[in-house]
Every structure is written in structure tokens, then in C-alpha cells.
């Protein structure tokens, strides 16, 4: 070769040799360029002859695109459910099965528009919290301009260190102007952050734990350029730190507020169609004269209502009712009739809850014969389909009791336990922009 014969004159360097030297040359680096341009023509073929075996074998590869994007689509659940962050249901998986599915899942701005994170601030470390909000970020980015449904849940109830809560929250509310329907419960210190122009936000579920600095003095008004906002399920709010737009919600569903809490926000909502009212404690309302007010379900386990609980309340418009038994002490079908009397409503659909009822159905519907539907029952009576995403929007076709955490479909087990080196990119579909690898990572 004429490698080693280029070897065998190296030592010879007298004019004769070098016309011969020249030829050699030329030789060796035409052999060079031939030696470099065969493997890549050896990988070429290789990929030639693969590809009918591939597309034989797994012909999802000869899909065109917009069929992949109308499949991909439909793999979280139906907006606004939130699917879990990471795991088999979290859309992430998409983008972590080769190039090709990773291109496709973080062009379509739509998978990720529904985010559920929850926080434990009081016992995670710095790296899980670091990971959370890389992938908040992620998220947030990949979903452009799309309207967002958000829960950011902070499990710790008291002491909450809230600087660690913060960065959230303000990823979050830097995209305020895209929000749609909202679940949030993070320390009351940090409600100050919770202003700027909402035009889309349309379902709020609020609550506010308690963090180590100094709560406001003075009501912090939230939420309040939200001209769409109708729909909220609130709990642990009080109204002497809170000031929400209260006259614009029709749909109000409470959770675990103490009663008085509860009257003073009832009685500014003067607009209410539907109220729905849990675990209220002893507390007796005061006078409560709603208009508008078209369905009232009360629900308490364990009921330990004043008697005369609903002596003061006025609802002419009134057409469904649910109450436990005990909120018509002592006497269940008098307290009943003067309430329908008093109130000049024509309720059409009712229903006593409460075991070991000492009343029957039948004597209250004696006493109420114009009540085409009057039934007991030991249990209260869910009335909608929460899993059904065309109530949203619909005053006709849902309660709005569940718009906040029955948003988040699926498990969030994987993201309680990604302690240590469990949840890592691979994990939630996060990294670096442009690694140009298959993990789903990027974007």
C-alpha cells in the first residue's frame, strides 16, 4: 500500500524521489477519504434495508403527523381535569418514547395546559422543590397562549415557611392573565401576590393555610379583576382577611368554615343561585334573604346545628333543597312547612337527610303535598356527574361543589414520593432546551 511505501523513503529526501513522493501523497489521502466515506455509506444501507422491517413491524411509525397530534390529544383527560404531573397518566410519557413522539408532544400547546402540583413545604428538600418548580416552569412554557387550569396545592396546614411556597405561587400568578379555572391553597401571608387582570378565570377553589410571618391587619382584596369569575369553592377563608368580588359569585360551595365565617360571606353574595354549605359547627345564622337563590344543600356529618337553624332564612326562588334532619329541630315538619310559608318558594325536589329519622317520608309529605319529590335518606345525594367535563360553563348541568380538587384526575402518588434521586428529569419530562436526545427531555 502506499502507506508503506511512503514507511520505506521517509529517509530518502534527494530531489529524484520527490515527483514519486507527490504521487504517493495524492494516494494516501484518496485512500483516506474512501476509508471515512464507507462507514457512513455502510450505515446508510443499513438504514435502507431496516426501514421496511420497521415500518413492517411497527407501522404506528407510518402514521402521518396530524393523526399522531389527533391521538395525543386525546390522551390527558378532558380539559379543564388536571392529569398527574408525572407517572404512566401524566403526558409527559409522550414525550419520552423516541425523537419523533418528543417533537410531536411539545408542539401541541394543548397537552399542557392542565397542571396539579402539590407542595409539602414544611418536609421537602431543596433538590425536590428545585425539580417541582423546574417542571411548574415546563409546563407553564409548553402551553403558549393557552387558557390554564391549575391547582397548587401546599399540604402543610400550619407554620408553613411560605419563602418557600413563594416562587410558586409567583410562577404561576405571572401567568394570571391565562388562568381559567384555579386551585389554590397556599399561606395567607402570600395573598397580596394574588392580583392583576384575570379575564379568563371563571372557577376558583381557594383556601389559605398559615405561614410563620405577620398576616395582613387589614382585609388584602384578591381576585378582584376576574369579570368572569361566577364559580367558588372556598374554605379556610375569612372574610375579615380576605375581600373577594362576593356579589358576582352565583355558585358557592364552602368547605370547613367555622359558621360565622361562613354567614358574614353568604350574606354578601346576594347573587347566589346554587350554595352549597359543609361542616358548618354550631354557629346559628343570622337573617339571610337570598333572592335568587334556587338551590341550597346543606351537607354536615356530623350535624350539631343550633335548633332553629333555618327560622331566619328567606329564599322565594327556591326549588331544590337537601338538610340534614337535625337543622329542623325540634320539630322537623313544623320548622319545614313555615319555611316554605315564609319564604313563598314552590320547591319542587327535596330531601331530609340523616339516620334513625324519627319522621317519614310520608308526614312531611302529608303536610307538603305541592312538592312533587320529598324524600329521606340516611345519606346526602350527590347530584351531577363530576366526571362529566360539559358541566363546566353549564349553570343547567352542574352544581360547582367540585371545582377544584375532583379537577385532578388520576394518581398524584408519583409526585408525593419522588423523594432523592426518584424524581429527576427523566421522571417528569424536564431538562435542558435542545439536548437532542429520545428521554422526552427539552422544551
Known sequence: MALARRK??????????????????????????????????????????????????????????????EIFTHFPPAYPFRPPATGILSPAVLSQ?????????????????????????????????????????????????????????????????????????????????????????????????????????????????????????????????????????????NPDEITLPWTQFTRLTTQFLPGSSCWDMVEMMDNLVYCKLCSLGASRPRHIHLMQLETLIIRDEVPSSPDGFIDSWILPSLRELQIPEDYLRPDPVHTLVDFVSRSGCSLEDVCITGRDSPVSADTYRRALPSIPTLVTSPHYQGEYDEDDPERWGNPAGGTGSNIGSNLNKGSNEDEEEFDGEYFNGEESGVGREGEGNDTGYGG
Request: aromatic share 6%.
Open 97 to 237: 418514547i423516541c425523537h419523533e413522539w418528543r417533537e410531536i408532544a411539545l408542539s401541541i400547546p394543548t397537552l399542557w395546559r392542565a397542571i396539579s402540583l402539590s407542595l409539602n413545604s414544611d418536609s421537602s428538600s431543596d433538590k425536590k422543590r428545585k425539580t417541582q418548580l423546574l417542571l411548574l416552569e415546563t409546563w407553564l412554557d409548553r402551553s403558549r397562549s393557552c387558557s390554564l387550569s391549575i391547582a397548587l396545592i401546599d399540604k402543610s396546614f400550619w407554620n408553613v415557611q411560605e419563602s418557600l411556597v413563594e416562587p410558586f405561587l409567583q410562577a404561576i400568578v405571572a401567568h394570571c392573565n391565562r388562568w381559567e379555572y384555579l386551585d389554590l391553597q397556599v399561606p395567607l401571608e402570600l395573598s397580596s401576590l394574588l392580583k392583576g387582570d384575570m379575564p379568563l378565570l371563571r372557577g376558583l377553589q381557594l383556601g389559605f393555610t398559615k405561614g410563620t410571618g405577620i398576616t395582613p391587619s387589614d382585609p388584602v382584596p384578591v381576585f378582584q379583576e376576574t369579570p368572569q369569575l361566577r364559580e367558588a369553592n372556598l374554605g379556610s377563608i
Open 8 to 69: 520505506q523513503h521517509s529517509a530518502d529526501e534527494n530531489p529524484s524521489t520527490r515527483a514519486e513522493d507527490g504521487s504517493e501523497m495524492a494516494e494516501v489521502a484518496s485512500e483516506t477519504t474512501l476509508l471515512g466515506i464507507l462507514p457512513r455509506q455502510r450505515h446508510k444501507e443499513r438504514k435502507r434495508v431496516k426501514a421496511p422491517h420497521t415500518s413492517k413491524h411497527y407501522p404506528f411509525r407510518t402514521l402521518p403527523t396530524e393523526i399522531v397530534v
